[in-house]
Each structure stands twice: as C-alpha cells, then as structure tokens.
C-alpha cells in the first residue's frame, strides 16, 4: 500500500509540475453545466458563482446524486420541496435528476430565500438546514442580536456547509468574472 502512495503522490507532482495549478483547480472547482446555469441565473437574478458554488457543494457536480436523507441532483433538493417550487413555477413536469430541472428549481429556490431573509449567507443557511430553523435562531438572541444576520450557526453542519460555500465562491467568482 505505501508504495501504491508513493506513485501516486509523484504523478501528482509531476501533474503539477507540467500543468499547473488550472489542474487542480479544474478537478476541485469543476465547470459544468454552463447554459442551465446561465439561464437560470438570469431567469433569477442569482449571481452563476453562487450557483456555481452550491452544486459544488452540494453534489460536486453529479446529476445523480442522492443523499442519505433523500435530497436529489445537482442542487440536492428535496422532492417535496421540489414540488411546491415547480408550482410555483408552473412546471407540471419535472426531473430532479435532469440538470435543467434541478438548477431551475433550486436556484429559484436560493432567489426565494434571498427575499426571504434578505441576506446571501442566511438564504444559505435556510437551503442547507431549512428556512423553520433558520426563522427560528434568528428568534433567538443566541444567534442573532438584530432578528436578520445570524452572528452563531447553531448546527455544525451548516456552518461546514456556509464555509465550504464561501470558498468555492471566492473562486468561482474570480473564475467566470466577466
């Protein structure tokens, strides 16, 4: 097994060395999905790196993705979210796990949370652990002194998730700035 390592770790270095960093970076912060990402940015009014940055987040970019607690596709929505959303859009039809459908409907999603809380990092906090919670410790002087911002995320995984979400963000923003 260690040498199974060694050969491993030196054709990374050798990757590194002849293609750069833009490697690893393209296999960390991949592009995919441009035109429904486009579409559905414009359609919205959410910027393509936030988009960008939750299906990164969320599914590394893989259109079959389910999760254990049963959230489906690239922006892991959760099927009964996914049906009130596509009311709301009109859509009588849908695949989570078609890429169009589901970036349709969760970046509709993150536009309706953003208007919601009024703030990018509370929508977020909304999408990962749900829009109740969140009303909830913006309630609580605990975690938020003005009612709005959450100064304290009270679950750990949705603070991984916002600090997960922030660097992808810092990097997609710079990568497709126009």
């Known amino acids: 097994m260690k040498w199974f390592f060694a050969i ?7 990757c590194l060395g002849v293609f750069g960093t833009h490697l690893v970076y393209s296999l960390l912060f991949p592009i995919k999905f441009e035109e429904e990402i486009a579409a ?3 359609s919205f009014g959410v910027d393509e790196a936030v988009i960008f940055s939750v299906i990164n987040v969320e599914s590394r970019f893989k ?4 999760s254990s607690k049963g959230a489906v596709g ?3 929505i959760m099927p009964s979210t996914a049906k009130e959303l596509a009311s709301a859009q009109g859509m009588s039809d849908f695949n989570l796990k078609e890429a169009k459908h589901n970036i ?4 509709y999603y993150i536009a309706k949370l953003c208007k919601q809380f009024d703030n990018l990092e509370t929508a977020l906090c909304a999408y ?3 829009p109740t919670n969140v009303k909830n410790w913006l309630m609580d ?3 938020s002194d003005d009612g709005k911002t959450l100064k304290e995320i009270p679950f750990a995984e949705t603070k991984g998730y916002v600090k997960k979400f922030h660097k992808n963000f810092k990097y997609y923003s710079a990568r497709i700035a126009r």
């Open 8 to 14: 491993f770790c030196s054709i990374m270095f050798i």
């Open 40 to 42: 559905a940015s414009q």
């Open 63 to 66: 259109a079959e993705a389910v």
């Open 74 to 76: 690239l922006m892991q």
């Open 104 to 107: 349709t409907l969760g970046t």
């Open 128 to 130: 990962n652990a749900g």
């Open 141 to 143: 002087k605990r975690y």
